[in-house]
């Protein structure tokens, strides 16, 4: 199974362990080996950068999440000690490891234009450092301390946290360069958030018609993208909607049954 192609392409920039299964998977499908990808985008990249049409694309099912009506009276939809800086005001968030495919100085770059527009909108960037903190340091210094100051980077977050950030956010933030799936974007219409993405890898495939998917990478289209999201309350229940219902086309059973039918044809061709 590969679920992106990023270090095949970028492999200076993966570890040294990832270099090692990109040359142990090279040498296996040059063997005769089958991929299964989660994606067209993903599989399309793979056929070029592996030279084989072995590869067959299975999607993945959508990440499963409590609704409130499932939780407890005590537990409902618990208050997570990283949001004392966002609790009561409106938020942005991205959920992301902060590395380079992510594409995290965009969206940074996007909020110092916002801000002048949105004087109570706060941003939450959650996710472990990688190899892109450092440039993600260098956007928020570029901002200025004023809108430094509205930028909460909590680092790494646990499952409650991250879906309570992501439940009372007023949109998820999704400025990836490159995705071989993007669970999060499920994630995101799974708890009634909407979506401001942008439009590349597999992106536009797993949202469907349920995101606000930008071209390029010009921050203040991103920015546009937002603003939209935030002040048109139609579009954000159509995106709302769309999102739940795009859903229903990732289920884990179908994916279950579809890897079930490619191994067993990998056994008979072997």
């Known amino acids: 199974s590969v679920y992106d192609c990023w270090f095949l392409e970028h492999p200076e920039l993966a570890a040294p362990v990832v270099r090692r299964a990109g040359a142990v998977l090279r040498r296996r499908v040059a063997a005769g080996a089958w991929i299964h990808t989660s994606s067209d985008a993903t599989t399309e990249r793979a056929q ?3 030279a084989t049409d072995r590869v067959r694309t299975i999607a993945l099912g959508a990440p499963d999440v409590p609704s409130t009506d499932d939780l407890g009276a005590a537990d409902r939809d618990p208050r997570p000690a990283v949001a004392g800086g ?3 005001r409106p938020f942005v968030v991205c959920i992301a490891t902060e590395e380079r495919r992510k594409g995290i100085p965009l969206l940074v770059d996007a909020f110092a234009e916002l801000v002048g527009r949105h004087d109570d909108v706060a941003l939450v960037l959650a996710g472990a450092s990688g190899d892109d903190s450092d440039a993600i340091a260098d956007a928020i210094s570029r901002a200025g ?8 980077r909590l680092g790494a977050v646990d499952d ?4 309570w950030l992501v439940r009372h ?3 998820l933030a999704y400025p990836s360069i490159d995705e071989g799936f993007g669970f999060p974007v499920l994630e995101a219409q799974a708890l009634g958030t909407p979506v401001v993405a942008t439009g590349v890898g597999s992106v536009t495939e797993v949202a469907g018609d349920a995101a606000e998917l930008v071209d390029g990478r010009d ?3 991103f920015a546009a993208a937002i603003d939209r999201v935030l002040d048109d309350g139609v579009r954000r229940l159509d995106l709302i909607e769309s999102g739940y219902r795009n859903l229903a086309r990732f289920r884990w059973e179908t994916t279950a049954e579809q890897l079930t039918v490619l191994y067993r044809d990998a056994v008979a061709d072997r």
Do not use: F, S
Request: glycine share 12%.
């Open 48 to 50: 070029e950068l592996l």
């Open 86 to 88: 966002v609790d009561g």
């Open 145 to 152: 301390d004023a809108i430094a100051g509205r930028i909460h």
């Open 160 to 163: 409650g946290a991250k879906q």
């Open 169 to 171: 956010a007023a949109l």
């Open 219 to 221: 921050p203040a289209r």
